[in-house]
């Protein structure tokens, strides 16, 4: 079994295989735990309009809170419960969110609809005046240190045998029933499957087999203050309408996310430092006085419905894909594995799968995820 990409879901995914006994190797250009999940903030939240979502995260988060004893390695991650609070400047945002509570509570998920005074109540700093209302999770919440959480899977890919080849795949070719990964450098590695975990670089490496994947790279552009001793934020405060994003972690630095930032710094930073200072002066004055010096460069896998690409490749026996995860891999990294492993040794998909699969963009309907950060 041979997986490309050594990213968070990579190696989860090789984690659950090896568990199987299966012999796994991964190969990724930068090797494992670099790329998307080198810099990814370590959210993890539950509040999602999905139903699939919401289950995957709830499992993920299951997994994480035993991480060590689910790894069998050493790991302090520093996981704090602060709450995520999604909030409302018009009456259609408000029913949009209130939505997404009915099927988070159904599935018992206990998020609650907040009027703008209980917000306001939950978060000091917050403008009550600015929002209609709100929606809350007292237990979404992110990894102090995230890195921490790649490094244990890190570890325990290593210490179960996992294979970690550094090299640029330059193509994915059949070979007989088996597949054949053409390497930079002129090498070659075949195995029986593979999955392909590339993030927004795996439609360029299926589309020679005529997969076409509807994944597009996004760049995201995080900001960070210099540690502040006091704290002003604890929930992590999300306006979808502003596009925008902020919570103070644990060393006590802002981040805060321009979410409608473009792809050229060199051209827009001025324009999204200016747009998200303004939004964070109408929503959380509070920061006002907050410095953001420190910009760092992310990027998403985005699909047209917000939703993963996990699945069989359709019309190609022993070709998965694992990608397109818009943000969320690291938050839902353990489910997908242990679903995306059940499936290649079980030959059956689980229900959960299904909205995920390679092959539903047919034309038929999208069941779209609405809350996609």
Sequence with gaps: ??????????????????????????????????????????????????????????????FYRELGTRLGVTVDAGFQACGYLFVAHTEEALASLAVGVAVQNELGVPSRLLTSA???AIVPGLNGSAVVGASF??????????QAVVGAFVEACSAAGVAVEQASVEAIEPCGERWSLALAGGSRLEAGQVVVAAGWETPALLEPLGVRLPIHREPRYLFYSDPIAKRLLEPLVVSPERHLAAKQLGDGSVLASDLSAGSDPAEG?????????????????????????????????????????????????????????????????????????????????????????????????????????
Excluded: K
């Design 269 to 373: 930073e001025d324009v999204w430092r200016r747009r998200l200072r303004a939004g964070l002066s109408e929503l959380l004055p509070i920061l006002d006085y907050v410095g953001l010096p420190t910009m760092v460069e992310g990027l998403y896998d985005l699909t047209p419905d917000g939703m993963a690409i996990v699945g069989a490749v359709p019309g190609h026996d022993g070709l998965w894909a694992h990608a397109g995860h818009s943000g969320r891999g690291f938050m839902m990294a353990p489910a997908m594995a242990r679903l995306l492993a059940d499936a290649i040794m079980d030959g059956a998909a689980d229900e959960l799968l299904q909205p995920l699969s390679p092959g539903r963009f047919d034309g038929a309907p999208l069941a779209a995820e609405l809350q996609v950060v």
């Design 137 to 146: 999770c007292a237990e979404d919440g992110y990894f102090d240190r995230p």
């Design 118 to 120: 209980e917000a306001s």
């Design 1 to 62: 079994m041979a997986i490309v990409g050594g990213g968070i879901s990579g190696m989860a995914l090789a984690w659950q295989l090896v568990e199987r006994r299966q012999t796994v190797a991964i190969v990724d250009r930068a090797g494992l735990g670099a790329g998307a999940t080198a810099i990814q903030p370590g959210g993890v939240r539950r509040q999602w309009r999905n139903r699939a979502n919401c289950l995957l995260a709830a499992e993920s988060i299951g």
